[in-house]
């Protein structure tokens, strides 16, 4: 995170120490850890939010293709029946137009 080697965290002691003597120090030093643990929890938080908002979207666009994809083979069946119907004998086709009214007289 911060590119800080050991003497320059040395010094930054050195200096914490002659500032603010060695009696308030490592009650600072306690409250900066206090907030930087907060501060690293409350960002991971933020991380985690983010991260599921986005698996989210990611879920919602697949659903999306998938109820296309459902939608075009639907209609590409629906245009391959009409197509075919035609063709078939009559008998066949009063067959089915009964069996189609019985199945919507159920409903």
Do not use: C, H
């Not at 979207?57 to 629906?78: C, F, I, M, N, P």
């Amino acid at each position: 995170m911060f590119d800080i080697g050991f003497t320059e965290l040395a010094l930054l002691m050195l200096i914490g120490l002659l500032v603010l003597g060695p009696e308030r120090l490592p009650r600072v030093a306690r409250t900066l850890g206090l907030y930087l643990r907060k501060a690293r929890n409350a960002w991971g938080n933020v991380k985690q939010s983010v991260e599921a908002e986005l698996d989210a979207e990611e879920l919602r666009k697949a659903l999306s293709q998938a109820q296309d994809a459902v939608k075009s083979t639907g209609e590409d069946l629906k245009k391959t029946l009409n197509a075919e119907i035609p063709a078939l004998p009559e008998d066949a086709i009063a067959k089915l137009a009964v069996d189609k009214k019985t199945v919507t007289d159920d409903d």
